[in-house]
Nanobody, 120 residues
Framework: QVQLVESGGGLVQAGGSLRLSCTAS????????VGWFRRAPGKEREFVAA????????RYADSMRGRFTISRDNVKPTAFLQIDSLKPEDTAVYYC?????????????WGQGTQVTVSS
């Protein structure tokens, strides 16, 4: 399994922006999909966005369109989640995950998560 390490979380005021990073241990992720998920306090984990590594196809949860942007750097290899106009309800632990099958449905490697806290 590929090892994933998230970074970039922190405490930010509402209206601010953050860019989360997810760095993979493998240099080749060409067949993978990498996704971002989040778990808010007292809530179930929810899907945020995903990107196919080779072609860069993206998918977003309907509620995440507009303020969330997923991207990747093939060289590093690192996936990013840009979050703009942060709201207190965005407070959560954000996780990245890798799907070897490339199906956008079978995430089998997970990072430890990075905490995002948005103050009002």
């Amino acid at each position: 399994q590929v090892q994933l390490v998230e970074s970039g979380g922190g405490l930010v005021q509402a209206g601010g922006s953050l860019r989360l990073s997810c760095t993979a241990s493998e240099h080749t992720l060409s067949s993978y999909v990498v996704g971002w998920f989040r778990r808010a306090p007292g809530k179930e984990r929810e899907f945020v966005a995903a990107i196919s590594w080779r072609l860069g196809f993206t998918r977003y949860a309907d509620s995440m369109r507009g303020r969330f942007t997923i991207s990747r750097d093939n060289v590093k290899p690192t996936a990013f989640l840009q979050i703009d106009s942060l709201k207190p309800e965005d407070t959560a632990v954000y996780y990245c995950a890798a799907d070897r099958s490339g199906s956008f449905r079978s995430y089998d490697s997970w990072g430890q998560g990075t905490q995002v806290t948005v103050s009002s």
